[in-house]
Each structure stands twice: as C-alpha cells, then as structure tokens.
C-alpha cells in the first residue's frame, strides 16, 4: 500500500470511530462507481449521511476540510444519488459531512467534524 493510501485509510478508520462515537450507524465505506467514490455512508435516525473524509500531514495547502469545494460538492451528491439507486432505498433526508484529519508529525492527530456542509 502507498503511504498516501495508507494515511487516507488511517484518516478514514479514525473518521468512522468518531461517527460512531456520535450515534452514527455505518452502512457503507469506500463505495465505488463509474462516477467516482463515497468514504463513508452512515446513517443519523432517519438521515443517510454521506462523509467526505479528507487527510492531510500538514496544514501547508489548507486545512484538510478545505479540499471539499463546490465541485466535490457537486460530485458527492450525483454520487449518493447513484448509492440510493443501487440500494433502492428511500430516505427523506441526505446529510452531507466532512471530517478532516490532520496527521502532525508529532503529537496525537487533529480531527474536525463538520455537520451539514453545504
């Protein structure tokens, strides 16, 4: 495995603790298509969640929740539209989080959850 792949699946296990710290219920992680890639699909009462984990060593290009713009946005909602087709499940509300990880290079990781991103 890569390091990248091996700090992004790091960042993601920690990101899948603490939704389930907060209630969450994990349904899917790393879900693939055609289109792209879910992290985490989770659910929050009779919300689905969609999770955008994002990873970073440094702060040296932004935060890591700064890496989730308009045009992710965007792409994260075709996706979850696609996620519901296969699953063909209805929920009245879609939830769209990001939990960013900053990974120092000494001290504990730093993890920021960030609730209904628009």
């Avoid at 298509?33 to 290009?61: F, I, P, Q, Y």
């Avoid at 996706?79 to 290079?105: M, T």
Wanted: charged share 30%.
């Amino acid at each position: 495995m890569r390091a990248k792949d091996a700090l992004g699946r790091y960042g993601e296990d920690l990101a899948v603790d603490l939704l389930r710290r907060e209630g969450l219920i994990i349904l899917d992680r790393n879900w693939r298509c055609d289109a792209g890639e879910l992290d985490v699909l989770a659910r929050d009462g009779e919300s689905l969640v969609v999770c955008e984990v994002k990873t970073r060593r440094s702060l040296a290009h932004g935060s890591p929740a700064e890496a989730v713009g308009p045009r992710k946005m965007r792409r994260l909602r075709e996706l979850a539209l696609r996620w519901l087709d296969e699953q063909e499940v209805y929920v009245p509300v879609i939830r769209f989080d990001v939990v960013g990880v900053l990974v120092p290079a000494s001290g504990p990781p730093i993890i920021n959850y960030l609730r209904g991103v628009e």
